[in-house]
Structures are given as structure tokens and as C-alpha cells.
């Protein structure tokens, strides 16, 4: 099993006048070798389905 940290990206609503950039990170588990599983999450375009982002 691979453990790895996805950090995602958040756009903030006054982000494009501060430009303060602004990240979330996931850790995940999955036995896929690393070019496979960001192939895959991009793919599915990675979404938290806890929060609807």
C-alpha cells in the first residue's frame, strides 16, 4: 500500500487581488504506483465529496 499527500489547490474569493495562494492537503492510501494513481485522480478530476469541492 502507497501512502501519499495530495495537495490541492483552493481558490479564495478576494485570491486574485492578494494573491495569496491558499492549499488543502489529502492523504491518501492506494496500492497504484504513483504515475497510475495521478493519471487516475486527474482523470476523474479529484473532487472532496465532503464538501462539494
Known amino acids: 500500500m502507497q501512502h ?3 495537495r ?3 481558490l479564495g474569493w478576494a ?3 492578494t494573491q495569496a495562494d491558499h492549499y488543502q492537503d489529502f ?3 492506494s496500492p497504484e ?3 497510475n494513481f ?3 485522480l486527474a482523470q476523474e478530476r479529484f473532487e472532496d465529496p465532503d464538501s462539494g469541492k
Open 4 to 6: 501519499y499527500k495530495v
Open 8 to 10: 490541492v489547490h483552493e
Open 15 to 17: 485570491g486574485f487581488i
Open 27 to 29: 492523504h491518501m492510501e
Open 33 to 35: 504506483p504513483l504515475k
Open 38 to 40: 495521478a493519471k487516475r
